[in-house]
């Protein structure tokens, strides 16, 4: 039997998952926004959210079922 991840670990992951999101998104917008590097845009996603990953993926997966977010409660 397999041990679970560690928290560590969890975070680790989530991270990943929260990173490969936002630059998803970031991709989606440069789509619209021509002339705008990538890495601004992401930028502009994760500054909305005092630079919190987790926060930045809460405020756009909230922005697109139209509901506020202003903290990671």
Do not use: H, W
């Amino acid at each position: 039997m397999s041990a679970e991840p560690s928290l560590s670990e969890r975070i680790r992951t989530l991270r990943e998952l929260a990173d490969a999101f936002l630059d998803e998104k970031a991709s989606e917008l440069s789509l619209t926004t021509p002339g705008v590097p990538l890495q601004v845009l992401r930028n502009l996603l994760t500054n909305r959210a005092y630079g919190c990953q987790c926060l930045a993926v809460l405020k756009v997966l909230n922005n697109t079922e139209g509901r506020p977010v202003s903290t990671c409660d």
